[in-house]
């Protein structure tokens, strides 16, 4: 049910911009007005949201240690997955972020006759999650050549190296294939797994639905349905140069594609998507293991009431001296 | 074994499937063997906690005060601000599952609102609810719902199935820790006084007594004379200790437990018998003679009152130095709250080995030592004679606890002194040791007599681990370095895996300890005949009656 | 414990990767790119027109190219038919290149704008250009 809604939900979001372009003739809301709205609402949104985690303060150190902690100058500590100074973090957040360490972790339990237990590898979910964020990423950055006039030559090689299979004219984008193989499997993951169907919310089907909307519109109008890429790019600059055009002829895929990107930007904020702002300030990674080393404040810590040692005293006196304990007051 | 705990066989056909229904309309139900006994009036009101009356669960009405939706929503609001983690938590977990089966509630229950996730989304539905725009606009398909009778009760149900061991977090991709969500949990539940007494009453205890057992100055002082008594017979040395002695140079904090019953008692002795072959100048305190700190488990407040003990009679007794006890959440506390909470503690130095020289430099501002980092220095430098056969009938395993493993990350040390003590260690399973340990599911003050069906639940993970070995290597000893684990997991061990004994390091210390001056030792602190003593024996009387024929 | 120096500076990270383009192009004009048929060739033609239709071309001419490239070297077929029934020779250099010898003016003023490199020229020698 969530899933059909999200769906149905993106296949709106299609038929909007179809009508839109093709009936209504509303390139410059599709092509100027709504990208335009969609950035700045991603990143003032992105940045309301992490001033807003700021603004809460991480009153205890509490990393979450996965090694040995830092003691005696003989026993070999655990650098990175309990790292005890800034350069340990660094480096243990790198890779969280990079080639998410903690997912590599992933188990699957097993629960046998006997009762026996059994806790074998499972890396599908890291798999498919590395394999999607950096297709995505770098399928990112691709995109570059389309928002430069001198298109820098680290972009030409990541393009290069992303198409060196040579398959077909246009190339092949090997993140392509990438991208939407890995999407699937999450999206399968989430309905054929009872555990991962029972959790999963609407929000969670709309991101890989809106996703993969996105990868396919944009396979389907490099291999299949052409557009006038020059007029794309033309469009691209002049956005990016605060002079927008709007080229005649590029196609209805073109603005298809850009609107489901449109709404992926504006809905980031508002969605677990931040993860990718908040993956940094997860104050169980973030956080060197040195609080014994040196003191973490916390800004709210107030005077509480306690049970001194006096009133301990006033109520134990005459069975603490019985008892042969030193005393305060006699 | 409480009345009505079902059969291990029975209690290991485990179902994972979820149900047809999705979790927002499946209420809670309480499961008699799966919940504990709610606070007392006279246990909430001892500590100033609000709405103290007693109360019973299974009941349909909770005496809850007027407008205690308000209250809740207040509580939440108040800790998103206060806390990064709480509000962070909330928003970016992604449900990939990752966390669901790694939880010793979920595998020992199969109830999917076990799983981390879902039991953080027991919360984050309400927060969605009250606290985002998207949650208000767009109501349930959002995963957003109203706090109502029935959520409240469901979050008590399940953040009393919550022993806070961190595990989730270990494998979550973003860190996200439900022990965190439990505790904020636990916060607001306690905003209503809906604690569970067993939490609540060494609360009180610890509050006006100084410990979770409400042992008084003198009681302490007889109990551990019952030790010496018997450290006395089994070495032929007698230990006298000091209580409350100004001027010592290191105070010594331990879980009260560790006075109180088997097997944490013998590590007790451990302690005795180790400083006094030491020489060591320390001393107990009866006011500060808490490690553990119930009141974690309650609120940050309380566990901060509770704690303050430590540095104060530390500052009264004019120590150097603060040497900690075997425990596990009193690790937590110690290592990542207690100097935030309570210090700067700049009465104290930094802490030195008196005996080995060894500047704790780990420990410069907290300035507490573990025990098991002070005793593996001593070992390395070879201050300790130790006879580690006289552990040979033991086959020794070592329980990570939660606390240490995931919050301190104190591996190496314990497993250092028992190679040293202790001539056969084996290895539980790579996946169910060090930062991957499963907790013994009884922790965060869940370890009561009426909720045996979901500790031993909780437990099953850990104890299928130690079966393993057990069977594999003929492991019958279960070492640990905390109090709660030496209460529980010795119930678990006869509900999971017979003949699977548990003790505290320093135990398996003072066994191997060769005392200066002592007698020939026959039993180990246990009363047990050590190892090559009954045969020793048995051929003395044959040549006795050689003899004499 | 806040770090806001920290947040701050993570977010102006985010800001910057993210209007990257913006600020990249800030003060550069951008031309667009005209492609030129003036070529002496075409200037003869009497119809000035390529094997298939102008808006085909410019969306499929690689994807033309390549079956071209298939059909020659792989099958020894030589004789394209398009889509008004006349035949051409498949040829890059002999076909392709004689009308457009203009590569510069032609082919690479929109490559080089789009930052396609096709590799047609690992193989092909390029036409030698007269500099204008």
Same mark, same amino acid.
């Given at each position: 049910?969530?899933?059909?809604?999200?769906?149905?939900?993106?296949?709106?979001?299609?038929?909007?911009?179809?009508?839109?372009?093709?009936?209504?003739?509303?390139?410059?809301?599709?092509?100027?007005?709504?990208?335009?709205?969609?950035?700045?609402?991603?990143?003032i949104?992105?940045?309301?949201?992490?001033?807003?985690?700021?603004?809460?303060?991480?009153?205890?150190? &509490?990393?979450?240690?996965?090694?040995?902690?830092?003691?005696?100058?003989?026993?070999?500590?655990?650098?990175?997955e309990?790292?005890?100074?800034?350069?340990?973090?660094?480096?243990?957040?790198?890779?969280?972020?990079?080639?998410f360490?903690?997912?590599?972790?992933?188990?699957?339990?097993?629960?046998?006759?006997?009762?026996?237990?059994?806790y074998?590898?499972?890396?599908?979910?890291?798999?498919?999650?590395?394999?999607?964020?950096?297709?995505?990423? &770098? &399928?990112?950055f691709?995109?570059?050549?389309?928002?430069?006039?001198?298109?820098?030559?680290?972009?030409?090689?990541?393009?290069?190296?992303d198409?060196?299979?040579? &398959?077909?004219?246009?190339?092949?984008?090997?993140?392509?294939?990438?991208?939407?193989?890995?999407?699937?499997?999450?999206?399968?993951?989430?309905?054929? #797994?009872?555990?991962?169907?029972? #959790?999963?919310?609407?929000?969670?089907?709309?991101?890989?639905?809106?996703?993969?909307?996105?990868?396919?519109?944009?396979?389907?109008?490099?291999?299949? #349905?052409?557009?006038?890429?020059?007029?794309?790019?033309?469009?691209?600059?002049?956005?990016?140069s605060?002079?927008?055009?709007?080229?005649?002829? #590029?196609?209805?895929?073109?603005?298809?594609?850009?609107?489901?990107?449109?709404?992926?930007?504006?809905?980031?904020?508002?969605?677990?998507?931040?993860?990718?702002?908040?993956?940094?300030?997860?104050?169980?990674?973030?956080?060197?293991?040195?609080?014994?080393?040196?003191?973490?404040?916390?800004?709210?810590?107030?005077?509480?009431?306690?049970?001194?040692?006096?009133?301990?005293?006033?109520?134990?006196?005459?069975?603490?001296?019985?008892?042969?304990?030193?005393?305060?007051?006699? | 074994?409480?009345?009505?705990?079902?059969?291990?066989?029975?209690?290991?056909?485990?179902?994972?499937?979820?149900?047809?229904?999705?979790?927002?309309?499946?209420?809670?139900?309480?499961?008699?063997?799966m919940?504990?006994?709610?606070?007392?009036?006279?246990?909430?009101?001892?500590?100033?906690?609000?709405?103290?009356?007693?109360?019973?669960?299974?009941?349909?009405?909770?005496?809850?005060?007027?407008?205690?939706?308000?209250?809740?929503?207040?509580?939440?609001?108040?800790?998103?601000?206060?806390?990064?983690?709480?509000?962070?938590?909330?928003?970016?977990?992604?449900? @990939?599952?990752?966390?669901?089966?790694?939880?010793?509630?979920?595998?020992?229950?199969?109830?999917?609102?076990?799983?981390?996730?879902?039991?953080?989304?027991?919360?984050?539905?309400?927060?969605?609810?009250?606290?985002?725009?998207?949650?208000k606009?767009?109501?349930?398909?959002?995963?957003?719902?109203?706090? /109502?009778?029935?959520?409240?009760?469901?979050?008590?149900?399940?953040?009393?199935?919550?022993?806070?061991?961190?595990?989730?977090?270990?494998?979550?991709p973003?860190?996200?820790?439900?022990?965190?969500?439990?505790?904020?949990?636990?916060?607001?539940?306690?905003?209503?006084?809906?604690?569970?007494?067993? *939490? $609540?009453?060494?609360?009180?205890?610890?509050?006006?007594?100084?410990?979770?057992?409400?042992?008084?100055?003198?009681?302490?002082?007889? =109990?551990?004379?019952f !030790?010496?008594?018997?450290?006395?017979?089994?070495?032929? *040395?007698?230990?006298?200790?000091?209580? =409350?002695?100004?001027?010592?140079?290191?105070?010594?904090? /331990?879980?009260?437990?560790?006075?109180?019953?088997?097997?944490?008692?013998?590590?007790?002795?451990?302690?005795?018998?180790?400083?006094?072959?030491?020489?060591?100048?320390?001393?107990?305190s009866?006011?500060?003679?808490?490690?553990?700190?119930?009141?974690?488990?309650?609120?940050?407040?309380?566990?901060?009152?509770?704690?303050?003990? *430590?540095?104060?009679?530390?500052?009264?007794?004019?120590?150097?130095?603060i040497?900690?006890?075997?425990?596990?959440?009193?690790?937590?506390?110690?290592h $990542?709250?207690?100097?935030t909470?309570?210090?700067?503690?700049?009465?104290?130095?930094?802490?030195?080995?008196?005996?080995?020289?060894?500047?704790?430099?780990?420990?410069?501002?907290?300035?507490?030592?573990?025990?098991?980092?002070?005793?593996?220095?001593?070992?390395?430098?070879?201050?300790?004679?130790?006879?580690?056969?006289? =552990?040979?009938?033991?086959?020794?395993?070592?329980?990570?606890? @939660?606390?240490?493993?995931?919050?301190?990350?104190?591996?190496?040390?314990?497993?250092?002194?028992?190679?040293?003590?202790?001539?056969?260690?084996?290895?539980?399973?790579?996946n169910?040791?060090?930062?991957?340990?499963?907790?013994?599911?009884?922790?965060?003050?869940?370890?009561?007599?009426?909720? !045996?069906?979901?500790?031993?639940?909780?437990?099953?993970?850990?104890?299928?681990?130690v079966?393993?070995?057990?069977?594999?290597?003929?492991?019958?000893?279960?070492?640990?370095?905390?109090?709660?684990?030496?209460?529980?997991?010795?119930?678990?061990?006869d509900y999971?895996?017979?003949?699977?004994?548990v003790?505290?390091?320093?135990e398996?210390?003072?066994?191997?300890?060769?005392?200066?001056?002592?007698?020939?030792? /026959?039993?180990?602190?246990?009363?047990e005949?050590?190892?090559?003593?009954?045969?020793?024996?048995?051929?003395?009387?044959?040549?006795?009656?050689?003899?004499?024929? | 414990?806040?770090?806001?120096?920290?947040?701050?500076?993570?977010?102006?990270?985010?800001?910057?990767?993210?209007?990257?383009?913006?600020?990249?192009?800030?003060?550069?004009?951008?031309?667009k790119?005209?492609?030129?048929?003036?070529?002496?060739?075409?200037?003869?033609?009497?119809?000035?027109?390529?094997?298939?239709?102008?808006?085909?071309?410019?969306?499929?001419?690689?994807?033309?190219?390549?079956?071209?490239?298939?059909?020659?070297?792989?099958?020894?077929?030589?004789?394209?038919?398009?889509?008004?029934?006349?035949?051409?020779?498949?040829?890059?250099?002999?076909?392709?290149?004689?009308?457009?010898?203009?590569?510069?003016?032609?082919?690479?003023?929109?490559?080089?704008?789009?930052?396609?490199?096709?590799?047609?020229?690992?193989?092909?020698?390029?036409?030698?250009?007269?500099?204008?």
């Amino acid at each position: 049910m969530r899933a059909l809604f999200s769906f149905i939900v993106v296949i709106a979001l299609v038929a909007i911009v179809f009508v839109g372009v093709k009936g209504a003739n509303l390139e410059f809301l599709f092509g100027v007005i709504i990208p335009y709205a969609a950035l700045a609402t991603f990143i003032i949104g992105f940045i309301y949201r992490v001033v807003k985690w700021g603004r809460s303060p991480v009153p205890f150190h &509490i990393p979450t240690t996965c090694g040995q902690q830092k003691t005696l100058p003989w026993i070999k500590d655990s650098k990175i997955e309990n790292p005890s100074t800034t350069a340990g973090v660094i480096a243990r957040m790198a890779l969280e972020v990079l080639v998410f360490r903690s997912l590599f972790r992933n188990l699957k339990t097993d629960l046998r006759e006997g009762p026996r237990l059994a806790y074998g590898s499972d890396k599908w979910l890291w798999l498919a999650g590395l394999a999607f964020h950096w297709s995505f990423l &770098i &399928i990112a950055f691709r995109h570059l050549r389309f928002f430069m006039q001198d298109v820098p030559v680290v972009v030409q090689w990541v393009e290069g190296l992303d198409s060196f299979l040579q &398959i077909g004219a246009p190339l092949l984008y090997i993140t392509d294939v990438i991208i939407i193989t890995a999407v699937t499997y999450l999206f399968l993951r989430r309905v054929y #797994i009872p555990q991962v169907r029972y #959790i999963s919310l609407a929000a969670d089907y709309f991101p890989l639905f809106l996703i993969l909307g996105i990868a396919i519109s944009g396979v389907l109008m490099r291999y299949f #349905i052409k557009v006038h890429v020059v007029g794309v790019k033309e469009l691209a600059m002049g956005l990016v140069s605060f002079n927008p055009t709007i080229p005649e002829g #590029i196609g209805v895929i073109f603005y298809i594609h850009l609107f489901l990107i449109c709404v992926l930007f504006a809905y980031f904020p508002f969605s677990k998507l931040m993860h990718m702002g908040g993956v940094f300030l997860s104050p169980t990674r973030n956080l060197a293991n040195n609080s014994r080393m040196v003191r973490h404040v916390n800004p709210w810590n107030y005077p509480v009431k306690v049970h001194t040692y006096e009133e301990y005293e006033e109520e134990f006196r005459e069975k603490m001296k019985m008892a042969g304990l030193p005393v305060e007051k006699e | 074994m409480a009345k009505g705990t079902p059969k291990p066989d029975e209690l290991s056909r485990i179902d994972y499937t979820p149900p047809q229904k999705e979790w927002m309309d499946t209420p809670v139900k309480l499961k008699p063997g799966m919940y504990c006994w709610g606070a007392k009036a006279k246990n909430l009101q001892a500590v100033g906690f609000p709405n103290a009356r007693d109360w019973t669960p299974a009941d349909e009405d909770w005496k809850l005060p007027e407008n205690w939706e308000w209250t809740v929503l207040e509580g939440i609001y108040d800790r998103l601000k206060k806390y990064r983690s709480f509000q962070l938590f909330l928003d970016i977990c992604v449900r @990939c599952g990752a966390c669901a089966d790694k939880c010793h509630f979920y595998i020992g229950s199969g109830d999917p609102k076990n799983m981390p996730v879902l039991r953080a989304e027991l919360l984050r539905s309400v927060y969605r609810r009250h606290f985002t725009f998207g949650g208000k606009l767009l109501g349930r398909i959002a995963g957003a719902r109203k706090l /109502t009778l029935d959520v409240l009760k469901e979050w008590w149900y399940y953040f009393f199935q919550c022993t806070e061991c961190r595990r989730c977090s270990v494998f979550c991709p973003y860190g996200i820790d439900q022990a965190e969500i439990t505790m904020m949990g636990r916060e607001l539940l306690n905003l209503l006084g809906l604690n569970i007494d067993w *939490i $609540q009453g060494p609360v009180a205890n610890c509050y006006k007594k100084g410990n979770h057992l409400g042992l008084e100055p003198h009681t302490i002082m007889s =109990n551990i004379e019952f !030790m010496l008594d018997d450290i006395e017979s089994i070495t032929g *040395i007698r230990i006298e200790p000091s209580f =409350n002695r100004k001027g010592a140079e290191i105070l010594f904090v /331990t879980p009260s437990g560790d006075l109180f019953a088997d097997p944490g008692t013998y590590t007790c002795m451990g302690y005795l018998m180790l400083f006094h072959e030491l020489g060591l100048d320390y001393t107990w305190s009866t006011y500060a003679s808490e490690g553990g700190n119930f009141g974690f488990f309650t609120t940050n407040e309380m566990a901060k009152r509770l704690n303050a003990k *430590i540095y104060a009679e530390a500052k009264r007794l004019g120590v150097k130095w603060i040497l900690g006890g075997e425990c596990g959440h009193m690790w937590r506390v110690v290592h $990542q709250y207690m100097d935030t909470w309570n210090g700067p503690a700049d009465f104290l130095e930094e802490p030195v080995s008196p005996i080995t020289g060894t500047k704790f430099e780990n420990a410069k501002t907290t300035k507490m030592v573990h025990i098991a980092e002070f005793t593996a220095d001593l070992i390395r430098h070879g201050k300790l004679n130790l006879d580690p056969s006289r =552990n040979d009938h033991l086959k020794v395993t070592f329980h990570d606890s @939660c606390n240490t493993s995931r919050g301190m990350g104190i591996f190496e040390e314990p497993r250092y002194i028992i190679k040293n003590v202790c001539n056969n260690f084996y290895e539980m399973p790579e996946n169910t040791i060090r930062e991957k340990t499963f907790c013994c599911g009884s922790g965060s003050g869940l370890n009561a007599g009426e909720n !045996m069906e979901l500790r031993m639940r909780g437990g099953l993970p850990r104890a299928n681990a130690v079966k393993y070995v057990h069977e594999k290597y003929g492991v019958n000893m279960l070492a640990n370095i905390c109090a709660i684990d030496r209460a529980a997991l010795s119930t678990l061990m006869d509900y999971w895996v017979p003949g699977v004994g548990v003790t505290g390091v320093h135990e398996l210390v003072a066994n191997a300890l060769v005392m200066k001056g002592e007698k020939k030792r /026959t039993t180990n602190l246990r009363g047990e005949p050590l190892p090559g003593v009954e045969e020793e024996e048995e051929e003395g009387k044959e040549e006795k009656e050689e003899q004499g024929g | 414990m806040y770090d806001g120096s920290k947040i701050i500076a993570g977010l102006i990270v985010f800001v910057g990767l993210f209007t990257f383009p913006f600020l990249y192009n800030m003060g550069k004009a951008s031309a667009k790119p005209e492609p030129k048929i003036d070529t002496p060739v075409i200037q003869q033609l009497a119809e000035k027109k390529c094997v298939e239709p102008k808006s085909f071309m410019r969306a499929e001419h690689m994807k033309l190219l390549n079956e071209w490239r298939d059909s020659a070297i792989r099958k020894a077929k030589r004789v394209y038919v398009g889509a008004e029934g006349k035949e051409y020779t498949i040829s890059l250099q002999n076909t392709c290149m004689k009308c457009h010898s203009n590569k510069k003016k032609f082919c690479d003023e929109c490559h080089n704008y789009m930052a396609v490199k096709p590799y047609c020229w690992d193989c092909h020698l390029e036409p030698k250009e007269k500099k204008l």
